[in-house]
C-alpha cells in the first residue's frame, strides 16, 4: 500500500495578486514515552493546517478548523503565481499535477486555492478548493490510493480519475 509522507513541514509560499503568505505548519506529537509516571490525561494529537497572512491588512486566517487540523494532513497547495507571457504558459507555486499548459491566451490569474490532504484515520485524500484568501472553503473530492487528479490548466478543469475493476470514472470540476 502506498504511504503518503507528511507535507514539508512549516513552508511558507507568498502570493503576489493579493499580497498573501501561506504559511503551512504540521505538528506532529513525540511518541508517547512507556514509563510508570503516570502522564496528563490530555494526549497531544498532530496537527495540519494553512494559515494565509494578509500583508495589507496585517490579519491572519487559518484554512481548516481545528477539527480538521487534527484529522487531515496537507500534502500539497497549488496556485497560479504568474502569467509568463514569452512562454504563454501561467506559473504556480508548483508544477506538479499541470496538464495542458502551453499556448495558453493571456488571462488574469484564477483566485483559486486547491489543497490536498491525507485523512490519517480513514487513508483516502481529499481535494479542497476555496478562494486565495481561504474564504469559501468546499472539499471537492474523496480520493483512494488509486485515484489520481490534474489541473488541465489550458481547459480550466480539475479533473478527478477513479479506477473502477474495469472501467473509469472521470470527475471534472471547473477551475
Known amino acids: 500500500m502506498k504511504s503518503y509522507p507528511a507535507f ?30 503516570k502522564r496528563d490525561s490530555k494526549e497531544e494529537k498532530p496537527f495540519s493546517n494553512l494559515f494565509i497572512w494578509d500583508i495589507n491588512t496585517q490579519t491572519k486566517n487559518a484554512l481548516f478548523s481545528n477539527e480538521i487540523a487534527r484529522t487531515e494532513s496537507i500534502q500539497k497547495i497549488l496556485f497560479e503565481k504568474e502569467y509568463h507571457e514569452e512562454n504563454q504558459r501561467l506559473l504556480f507555486n508548483e508544477e506538479t499535477n499541470l496538464l495542458n499548459n502551453k ?39 474523496t480520493l483512494h490510493t488509486e485515484n489520481q487528479w490534474h489541473l488541465d490548466v489550458g481547459n480550466g478543469i480539475l479533473r478527478i480519475i477513479k479506477y473502477l475493476k474495469t472501467d473509469i470514472e472521470v470527475q471534472e470540476i471547473a477551475w
Open 103 to 141: 499556448a495558453i491566451p493571456y488571462r488574469n490569474l484564477k483566485n483559486k486555492l486547491l489543497v490536498e490532504t491525507y485523512h490519517i484515520e480513514s487513508k483516502t485524500r481529499h481535494l479542497w478548493l476555496s478562494n486565495k484568501q481561504g474564504n469559501n472553503l468546499s472539499k471537492v473530492a
Open 8 to 37: 514539508s513541514n512549516n513552508r511558507v509560499f507568498y502570493e503576489s495578486t493579493f499580497n498573501l503568505l501561506y504559511i503551512t505548519m504540521r505538528h506532529t506529537p513525540s511518541p508517547q514515552k512507556t514509563s510508570l509516571i
